[in-house]
């Protein structure tokens, strides 16, 4: 760049009597700003001068917009319209449903670039990093070892497990920032495209307030955007009704996490045939909902040469998968909300001692009327 004042030998410089600062600098930062504007229109990161002010918005006419995302490649899907590249993706179920195991099912169909029947995987094969709080390491070389056949998982995919006796994070005020900052080291190391973490109660404690739960969120999703991830999140849900549908609702903790991911799917059981399970969306973004309340898919368990995982065999309408509730089991719960409502408690917490939802309970005291 030919800037005056910069000549060898010359020492004079020239100031711009509106500011204090010297006219050479401020013609470099115009320069650096007009790089930054250059490459951020390219998606690309620059790193500005200290004293520039870094912008909360990217702001653009919406036509720009659409002009610079043609050049962006559309997402793929990894586990057809449940997961697409990119996303931030939450899995929830109850404990010991096996969404561990569908998890590390998605990890290994990634890693091979093999879909799970019959589920499109758009993406190419790409290295998983699966980070395990669940199990250690001796469950994980169980549950996927039949007594004869130990099954081989593909070479890029690195799992890891929680290190009990690291007692660096004692230097860390805040655990989450600790885990966050593991975490981008060993995407690094791994060169993972892709990060599941099982589970997210052990990323952050208090993700039932709307604070927190806001707070992990964007610490997900800065780390999905820094490093070009896709990242499933799985979750439990809390203590729920069998009788009702799944929903947005019965993800443990705040309704917060919902609100900042992508999309998210749940797995039920289904109480209408022993031993299956059932996948039904719950939010998405990018695709239409196909596997809704109408929809849902139905799997089973089998073991294949080691390898316990899931075998989709079809759909149904989730309420024929429901507990079914006898007009016995009616007249006792109705008698029950009568009692607890006599005692005092408002309609809310009926439903909640019950495990039911607040409008059932009103249609029962209703009743008494």
Not at 79 to 84: Q, V
Not at 238 to 255: A, E, I, V
Not at 304 to 310: I, Q
Not at 343 to 348: K, M
Request: glycine letters at 6%; aromatic letters at 8%; a neutral charge.
């Amino acid at each position: 760049m030919n800037y005056p004042a910069l000549a060898a030998g010359r020492a004079t410089i020239f100031m711009d009597h509106t500011s204090e600062k010297p006219l050479v600098v401020q013609m470099i930062q115009k320069d650096v700003r007009d790089m930054a504007a250059a490459a951020a229109r390219k998606g690309q990161i620059v790193i500005s001068d200290p004293d520039a002010v870094i912008e909360l918005f990217d702001i653009y006419p919406a036509n720009e917009w659409m002009a610079m995302e043609t050049e962006h490649e559309t997402p793929q899907m990894l586990f057809g319209n449940f997961w697409l590249e990119g996303e931030l993706c939450i899995l929830f179920a109850d404990t010991n449903m096996g969404k561990s195991l569908l998890a590390v099912q998605l990890a290994d169909s990634i890693t091979r670039g093999e879909p799970i029947a019959p589920f499109t995987l758009g993406a190419e094969a790409s290295p998983v990093l699966y980070i395990d709080f669940e199990l250690t390491g001796k469950q994980f070389e169980q549950r996927y070892t039949d007594g004869q056949n130990r099954y081989h998982f593909a070479s890029e995919f690195y799992r890891g497990e929680y290190n009990q006796f690291n007692r660096a994070s004692s230097h860390y005020q805040k655990l989450d920032k600790y885990v966050i900052e593991a975490l981008t080291r060993g995407i690094k190391r791994t060169d993972a495209r892709v990060l599941i973490i099982d589970n997210i109660t052990c990323l952050r404690n208090g993700t039932e307030s709307a604070g927190a739960a806001l707070l992990l969120m964007k610490e997900l999703k800065k780390l999905k955007t820094r490093h070009g991830l896709s990242i499933l999140v799985l979750a439990h849900t809390p203590k729920r009704n069998p009788r009702l549908p799944l929903s947005r609702n019965d993800l443990q903790g705040s309704k917060m996490l919902i609100n900042f991911c992508d999309s998210a799917f749940a797995m039920g059981e289904s109480h209408s045939m022993p031993g299956q399970r059932y996948l039904k969306q719950i939010k998405q973004r990018s695709t239409a909902e196909t596997y809704g309340a109408d929809n849902v898919c139905l799997a089973q368990l089998e073991r294949h040469n080691g390898f316990l995982k899931f075998v989709f065999t079809g759909n149904d309408c989730e309420k024929n998968h429901l507990r079914d509730t006898s007009r016995q089991e009616r007249e006792r719960m109705n008698r029950e909300a009568k009692r607890l409502s006599d005692e005092g408690l408002s309609q809310r917490q009926v439903a909640e001692r019950l495990g039911m939802s607040a409008g059932n309970v009103n249609r029962m005291l209703k009743s008494h009327l």
